[in-house]
């Protein structure tokens, strides 16, 4: 005999689906949580906003960048000037920028060591948006000197001075990649105690971002290589033009 319960098929009350007091206290610390969370995630965006700013905000606009910026733009205004740029190049990866030249139309581009150490993939940019990836050709670390490969045709390229014929208080001509900026054109002498076989002295303004850059001659031959900036004096130093020619890969 099946005995009948009135009370199987009877759904709970309304009232069991009504929030009590203890949901409604759990759903208010949720919601504080929530919104204590969101205001620090977004104070802690604002402050590496501001790190970063502050990291940047000097190399973009102290005294110095707004001289040589406004001696770029004088000094570019020359047509030398202006065709010595096309072959100066960027050489960079994610992490890390400097300056090369480039002194064949096939692509040879001239660099220092310490800019293309631990530098992969190794990408060169013209000033006319063409991008090539390069391989190191040559290295000599003693020198700081290297010679980057990329496959090229017609390109803008800068003649070396065969001779090094230069002398103290040339004018000279550097250009490059200092900083945060791109194509910068500087000008300065070769100052007393420059050495072929040692290195050239520069009063040329030299910044972080300059190595590997082009120091030109009057006549638009390139007669050194940027690779440091002396501590002690702000001199700029640069590898001699005989010392590259000795070691210019063979075939070019």
């Known amino acids: 005999m099946n005995h009948y319960d009135k009370n199987a098929n009877e759904e709970p009350p309304l009232e069991d689906f009504l929030p009590n007091e203890e949901d409604e206290r759990v759903r208010e610390q949720q919601?504080?949580?929530?919104?204590?969370?969101?205001?620090?995630?977004?104070?802690?965006?604002?402050?590496?906003?501001?790190?970063?700013?502050?990291?940047?905000?000097?190399?973009?606009?102290?005294?110095?960048?707004?001289?040589?910026?406004?001696?770029?733009?004088?000094?570019?205004?020359?047509?030398?000037?202006?065709?010595?740029?096309?072959?100066?190049?960027?050489?960079?990866?994610?992490?890390?920028?400097?300056?090369?030249?480039?002194?064949?139309?096939n692509g040879l581009i001239i660099t220092n060591g310490h800019v293309v150490d631990d530098m992969y993939p190794i990408t060169v940019t013209?000033?006319?948006?063409?991008?090539?990836q390069a391989s190191i050709l040559q290295s000599n670390p003693d020198l700081d000197l290297a010679f980057l490969h990329i496959e090229g045709e017609n390109l803008p390229a800068l003649s070396l001075s065969e001779t090094g014929n230069w002398s103290i208080s040339d004018q000279i001509y550097v250009i490059g990649n200092p900083l945060l900026h791109n194509q910068i054109a500087m000008d300065g002498e070769i100052?007393?105690?420059?050495?072929?076989?040692?290195?050239?002295?520069?009063?040329?303004?030299?910044?972080?971002?300059?190595?590997?850059?082009?120091?030109?001659?009057?006549?638009?031959?390139?007669?050194?290589?940027?690779?440091?900036?002396?501590?002690?004096?702000?001199?700029?130093?640069?590898?001699?033009?005989?010392?590259?020619?000795?070691?210019?890969?063979?075939?070019?």
């Not at 102290?62 to 047509?79: C, G, P, T, V």
């Open 31 to 105: 919601k504080r949580r929530n919104t204590i969370a969101k205001r620090i995630i977004t104070i802690g965006v604002a402050i590496a906003l501001l790190v970063s700013l502050l990291q940047i905000w000097p190399q973009v606009f102290n005294l110095s960048s707004i001289n040589f910026l406004h001696k770029s733009a004088e000094l570019s205004k020359q047509e030398e000037i202006q065709k010595y740029k096309e072959a100066v190049v960027t050489v960079q990866d994610q992490h890390s920028k400097g300056t090369g030249f480039n002194i064949n139309k």
């Open 126 to 132: 013209f000033p006319n948006g063409e991008i090539f």
């Open 191 to 252: 100052l007393e105690g420059s050495d072929k076989n040692g290195v050239l002295l520069l009063s040329a303004p030299i910044y972080k971002g300059n190595s590997g850059s082009p120091v030109i001659d009057s006549k638009g031959n390139v007669i050194g290589v940027v690779f440091a900036l002396s501590t002690k004096d702000q001199t700029g130093l640069a590898i001699p033009i005989e010392k590259v020619l000795e070691h210019l890969p063979e075939g070019y």
